[in-house]
């Protein structure tokens, strides 16, 4: 039989888990967004070399 105490130990536990897991999500989110950011950046500078080379054609 589990006492008072040993039942909050536990949902302690729980609690810590979810907060470690939510962190670990987080931290991998933001590494994803900044390789969109990079790969937005590396379409801008395409565009911008094409706009060039419309001009100079022109």
Known sequence: MS??????????RERERE?????RRKRRR?????KK?????ERERERERER???REWK
Request: glycine share 0%; aromatic share 0%; net charge positive.
């Open 3 to 12: 006492t008072h105490a040993e039942r909050e130990r536990e949902r302690e």
């Open 19 to 23: 907060t470690r897991r939510r962190k």
């Open 30 to 34: 933001r590494r994803k967004r900044k």
């Open 52 to 54: 060039e080379r419309e």
């Open 37 to 41: 950011r990079k790969k937005e950046r």
